[in-house]
């Protein structure tokens, strides 16, 4: 019979592979620890730069080339030790001071980490990292999601310290109540939390055929029953506590140092910026908006060194200050201070700088950069034209910059607060919020101005919250998370929107990129609502760049029938005016206040293969018009006319890259159109006539064109209607002369109240636009057999629709988008179906 004292130890508070004192004095072997991923020697990247004068530069470093024979041979040896240490037995320790909920998540190191299989494939990768041979054993990860119980009871077992899983869950909704600056009262304690298993981490692999990422680590996601402000927040395993030798530890969580300097932060800010250009080739080439030495004499930039302003050259490298103006007696550049700080005047005027200012002056010394760019600094702000100017440049100087500073709430340099728990051996656990659950919440993600900042930028440096996040075209890295040694990309990644540079290298992702642009900018706050498509214009030269477009009331022309299916994503939305005129047309998003997005039931048909569908499914030939009814060119894909340089707004450039106008011919298909040329229109607009109070001729100057066209038209009535999920807005059902249900709509606010209000017994006009694919759920929940198809045989049977507003003049207006069946137009009411001759405004 084998004694207690001849058994073997277990693996808790001993470092493995050495044998603890008692079983070497018993001739025992001791009980193996968890199998961790094995790694080579190569750890994860220290955070120091590599040289004491190192300088961020737009320019990419060499790669280091390593010979083919050695590094096989090296991985082969390392293979062979590391296969001959691997245990071959799992003993998990006991977990201490877990609640029944937390303990379905199965939690230990090992789901954590991602095992991969063999050598096969390493050496095609941009880094040599030595893999876990396999144990034979599969480890089964939970895929559904585990019920942790609602927030009153989470903190209840967290404060009597029964479950430290639960403590960090708690920890997390706290954090988000000081994110938002929301009362402890305004926490529903009723919400339940979950807890999902997700891939985190992953690394890309190159192969001879083709490259793709393989996930390398877990976290668990914290997601929040019915709460619209509480946003998921990861638990991560803590790797700076790993002991085993040549442990990777990227991806994995990391205890910020206690004290927070700009030096230290340069120091890290450097070794990032190096690794990326290191690993990241699209990072390190130079933008396609290049800067023009003699055309660009209203760009400048702020010499720190001798503190004056000096012309911003091709050769200038700078770094890009965004932050929000929350001082009343800020410094900013005027007309009568120009000469004077151009002269080297600014040095006497340094200590009326704003602290955000100062602190990031020496920050960028430290860099080893020497040129700022700031809005306060850099544009005359009482010259029109200067700032006119200015503001359609800022793709190019957002894209030229080295790097874009983003001061979310300024360059704080206090402590962090990190919530860090063991929850069972070595398995240490911490919270990792990610940087968009701390930028949504701030002053500075709600301004319009900031919105192209970070969206236009390269890489961004964000402070928030105490804490700093690197973001580039290809990963995003944080202080309290390990960055990579390899190429590879976490879950944070996936909602930065540094994500359109690489959905704009791909012709068929051009207008996803597009709608992420504008979800994200409309969502914004303006100051003066007549700056809408000001604030817009460097977005819109960005994309119209790689798009090879032009853009027009902020909807770009090579896609213009999709991208005038926009709708209200909130119901609050109404008329965008200033002084009591419109800012924008109707037909564009600008023209509405409110946050527009493209909703999945609305564009999945055309997005699928968006340049077949506009092909294939549309037709309306677009003509711009000026306030003298003149006919000044036509937009769309298939346009078959220029356009004067100043119908976008902005003088043609010289030298400009890529061809400014899409001009391709409609392909020929069959005639189902009535034979009428679509360029001959018989309506005018009124004569245009002062106003008696300013003078002006009574239209705003974003009407000075209009959209003239032909379509079919029909006469439909308004049914009942029904709240969208999350948004807000309503949608109406869409009803024919027999009171069949044939279609829906959504209608914002302002047109919503009139309908309640009796008008819905009335018929309204509805445009056929082009051609929609199916009905989703949402839109058409009963399939009513309106024609005579199962549902899931229906395709193309629809029409996307516009509900329009006609005013006496003869000038329409646009109010809500749908889709209605074909058929139904044959069923119109009076004065029935007819192919149409509109202005739309």
Known sequence: MTTPLETQCEPANREWPRKCDRCTSLGLSCSPSEDIRGKSTNTSHILSPRTGDARITKQRNPHRTTSLASASSSLAQNADDLIARTPTRLVSPPL??????????????????????????????????????????????????????????????????????????????????????????????????????????????????????????RHIRLAWETSDWLKDTYIVLRGDDQKLPGFDKAFLGREVQPTQTLARIAATTKAWVEDCNNRHEKCSSAPSARLRPREDAHLRVVDIHNAKLVPLTASTNYVVLSYIWNQPDELFLETYSLKSWESGRLSELQAQLSQTIQDTMSLIRDLGIRYLWTDSLCIVQNDQADKQANYSDMDRVLANASLTICAVDGLQTTAVNQHIRDCGGKLSLMVHHPVETHIQNSQWSK????????????????????????QCQEESMSEDTFEPSFQGRCADWVQSPAQIWSELAHQHTHFRAYIKCVESYS?????????????????????????????????????????????????????????????????SWAGWTGQATYRPPILTGPTENIRDWLKSHTWISWFLVDRNSKVVGEIGTYAKADLPDWADGREKRANETGPRFVRNLRPKTEERWPSRKRCEFTKWLPAPHADPVDGTDGMSEGLSYFLQFWTWSAFLRLGSSSGVFGSRIRRYTILDRSDEICGSVSLPDEFVNRVDNGASRESFEFIATSDARIFFDEEMPEWTYYIPKEKHDSSWDLWYVILLETDEDGISRRLGVGKVFKDAFHQSFFPGMDWREFILA
């Open 96 to 217: 201490p001071s877990l609640c029944e909920s937390c303990e379905q998540l199965q939690l230990s190191r090992s789901r954590f980490l991602i095992p991969t299989r063999g050598l096969k494939g390493t050496l095609g990768r941009a880094s040599t990292r030595l893999e876990s041979p396999g144990t034979g054993r599969e480890i089964k990860i939970p895929t559904q999601r585990v019920n942790l119980g609602s927030l009153s009871e989470i903190r209840d077992r967290a404060q009597l310290g029964r479950c430290n899983f639960c403590y960090l869950v708690w920890q997390s909704a706290e954090d988000q109540l000081v994110l938002t600056g929301r009362r402890p009262a305004s926490l529903d304690m009723s919400v339940c939390a979950y807890a999902i298993w997700q891939i985190d981490g992953r690394e890309l692999i190159f192969n001879k055929d083709a490259s793709f990422f393989r996930p390398v680590t």
């Open 447 to 470: 301004g319009a101005w900031t919105c192209q900042d970070r969206l236009l930028s390269g890489r961004c440096l964000i402070f928030i919250g105490s804490r700093v996040w690197f």
């Open 523 to 587: 969502s914004r706050k303006h100051q003066q609502e007549n700056q809408v498509l000001q604030a817009f214009e460097g977005i819109s030269h960005f994309l119209g760049i790689h798009m090879q477009t032009r853009f027009f009331g902020g909807l770009p022309s090579s896609y213009f029938d999709a991208a005038i299916l926009w709708m209200p994503a909130i119901g609050e939305s109404c008329t965008r005016k200033y002084c009591e005129k419109p800012v924008a047309p109707s037909w």
